[in-house]
């Protein structure tokens, strides 16, 4: 990976970090990755304990975090507002009952980005209430999975 196409901004507050250079998957764990690429301006770091690591067979860590961007889409008033009335309610209503009332707004507006399974779970329903249509999503975005 080169150094200009990491930005350690990006890192979440909470993402643990490893230090483990000797691991075989540590060119493409996120993990790692963040931790090479960790400022000096940050004293302490949230990091996997080394006693854990050592106690893993090597190649297959847990913790794991592909550097593989994914998809995630942002936003889908294109598909609220190409429902029917009759059932406009039924997709808000479930949806509100999968992921609460405030994150469906914020996903439904694009403040917070769909994964691939909750694009999934859109588009499923939306077929299912008859809505077909080219395009569900207003927007996409190519990030990294932060898990």
């Known amino acids: 990976m080169e150094e200009q196409s990491f930005d350690y901004s990006e890192v ?12 075989p998957q540590s060119a493409t764990c996120l993990r790692q990755i963040s931790y090479n690429f960790a400022p000096a301006s940050s004293p302490f770091l949230s990091t996997l304990n080394p ?7 090597p190649g297959k860590c847990e913790y ?7 998809r995630y889409a942002k936003g889908f008033l294109c598909t609220t507002e190409s ?38 779970q859109v588009i499923a329903l939306a077929k299912e209430l008859g809505l077909k249509q080219q395009e569900y999503f207003d927007a996409y975005k190519e990030t990294y ?3």
Request: charged share 30%.
């Open 83 to 120: 429902l029917p009335v009759r059932v406009s309610p039924i997709f808000r209503y479930r949806l509100i009952g999968s992921w609460g009332f405030r994150r469906y707004y914020q996903k439904r507006k694009g403040e917070t980005l769909l994964s691939p399974a909750e694009q999934r």
């Open 12 to 23: 979440p507050r909470q993402f643990g970090l490893c230090a483990a250079r000797d691991c």
């Open 145 to 147: 999975c932060w898990k």
């Open 64 to 70: 794991y975090c592909s550097n593989k961007k994914v």
């Open 51 to 57: 006693r854990k690591i050592a106690e893993m067979t």
